[in-house]
Structure formats: structure tokens, C-alpha cells
């Protein structure tokens, strides 16, 4: 959606300014979801289940929201050609706004709590990190760890360090 302009676009017709912020807010609602969503699973993978049940309940928090503001719990046919499928009343709008404040406010809560949980911390700290002596070999091998180490800068690769939130 962000990449290919869709039926609408290929006429030429933009969509008004409102419907443009509307798609706008889907797009941040769905990453919220996705969001929730991944930060419950990693909690799952670090066998921790209280994470993935807090997480999960967060998103619903959040369906349930969009589905009284919006009419809809997933937006897959929110964004129509020339617009949206649905427009956002003020009330709604500040309904919808509170929520996302306050499931915020439970995300801080549970960042410091997977922060400070040693089990946690003691999986993610250094996962994702490629160094020259990888597992596998070093960065003239062949192996994964190898290739990763070449394409590099032999730090972590795709996430921020936890040196700061999850210090031991």
C-alpha cells in the first residue's frame, strides 16, 4: 500500500485530504497490532509466557477499540479506492486515542518488567549480534554466521543493543 498506488492512484485522482489521514491511522494501527503481537512472542520464545498473555491482551485491547471507533477489528478492507470505507467522528476519535494512550502506558509497564526479568534478559541479551568468531566460523567462511559477518559491521544487525535496558 505504501509502495504501489492501487486502483485509485492509477487513475490519477488523489483521495481527499481526510481519507489520506485516515489511511494514515490504519497504517499505524496495524503496525500497532503487528507490534503487540511480536512483542508478545518474543516473551513465548524466551519462555515466558506471562509476556505473550499480557501482549496478547494489549491487542485485544486495541481490536476492540478500533472496532468501536472504526466499525472494523482488522482493517483489511478499510482503505477502498478514492478513500476509506469508513470515516472517524470526533468522539470515536478520542475513544480510539485514550486506548492507544493507555495500552501504551501497559507497554512501558511491561518493557521494564521483560527488562528486568533475568530469564529474559539472559535470552535476548547478545541474540541477533554477529562477531568475526561467530558460531560457525569466521567471517571468510562459508557458514551463516560467516556471510552475516561479511555483509556487516559485526555488531548487532537488526535490533538496538539492550546494553541500556537490560544491563545484568
Known amino acids: 500500500m505504501g509502495i504501489l498506488p492501487g486502483p485509485g492512484g492509477l487513475s490519477g485522482a488523489a483521495p481527499p485530504e481526510r481519507a ?8 499505524e494501527l ?4 503487528n507490534h503487540l503481537g511480536d512483542l508478545g512472542a518474543l516473551g513465548n520464545d ?8 499480557q501482549f496478547s491482551r494489549l491487542k485485544e485491547e486495541l481490536l476492540r477499540a478500533m472496532h468501536a471507533a472504526i466499525g472494523q477489528r ?7 479506492p478514492g478513500g476509506t470505507a469508513f470515516d472517524l ?6 475513544t480510539l486515542g485514550a486506548a492507544v494512550h493507555g495500552i501504551g502506558q ?6 521494564r518488567i521483560y527488562d528486568e526479568h533475568a530469564g529474559v534478559r539472559d535470552r535476548f541479551v547478545g541474540a541477533g549480534e554477529v562477531t568475526r568468531n561467530s558460531r560457525g566460523g569466521s567471517a571468510s567462511s562459508d557458514s551463516p554466521a560467516g556471510r552475516a559477518a561479511r555483509q556487516s559491521t559485526c555488531g548487532p544487525i537488526t535490533r ?3 546494553t541500556t535496558c537490560c544491563a545484568p
Open 46 to 53: 524466551a519462555g515466558f509466557a506471562f509476556g505473550l498473555a
Open 30 to 33: 496495524e503496525r500497532l497490532q
Open 20 to 27: 489520506q489521514y485516515l489511511r494514515a491511522l490504519c497504517l
Open 89 to 94: 467522528r470526533d468522539s470515536a476519535a478520542a
Open 160 to 162: 538496538a543493543p539492550l
Open 74 to 80: 482488522y482493517l483489511l478492507d478499510a482503505i477502498v
Open 106 to 111: 501497559s507497554v512501558l509497564e511491561l518493557r
